[in-house]
């Protein structure tokens, strides 16, 4: 289970999972060593910053609360319009993960950021739309799915084009 602690660029947090209470949540907010930055996603996305730049954002958004819990810090995107996340996109960062420049880790944070993004959108009513969500959800919860391995990025990237599902459960 992940909770999602979001923020505005004001820094107001914003639940978007049901958690205990707000002032309990705004407490733990004020824990994360840092928080992944929907823009710099964004950017990232647009290739105007480097795998390197976003791996440093990502890095300390997520914290393990229990053996089967995390949490992850976002600041949000203030906006009236949304990204949409195209299978580029998804390509992109299975490949960057798979060539080294991101993290197993980095690749769950984006997947968590992604699932719980009013701004990053996808449709899910066409075929690579679906595939899309299947991939993020798949990563975002890699305890009850797949593990994220090399084997298994090469797998979803395969996926994601022929629209076969070839990965094992644990």
């Not at 205990?20 to 996603?41: G, V």
């Not at 964004?42 to 440093?56: A, G, P, T």
Request: include cysteine.
């Amino acid at each position: 289970m992940q909770t999602a602690h979001v923020f505005s660029p004001e820094s107001q947090p914003r639940t978007c999972a049901s958690i205990s209470a707000t002032n309990h949540t705004q407490l733990r907010c004020k824990t994360f060593d840092k928080s992944m930055t929907e823009s710099i996603l964004k950017e990232y996305f647009e290739n105007k910053i480097s795998s390197e730049l976003l791996s440093s954002d990502l890095n300390g958004s997520i914290k393990k609360v229990t053996y089967d819990t995390s949490e992850i810090s976002v600041v949000r995107i203030e906006s009236n319009s949304e990204f949409e996340i195209e299978q580029k996109h998804v390509n992109k960062i299975l490949t960057e993960t798979i060539n080294g420049n991101l993290t197993y880790e980095n690749l769950k944070t984006i997947a968590s950021g992604l699932t719980f993004s009013d701004y990053f959108t996808w449709d899910s009513n066409n075929k690579i739309g679906n595939r899309i969500a299947t991939i993020i959800v798949e990563l975002d919860n890699t305890e009850i799915n797949y593990p994220i391995s090399n084997e298994n990025l090469r797998l979803w990237k395969e996926y994601l084009e022929s629209g076969i599902h070839k990965l094992k459960k644990k």
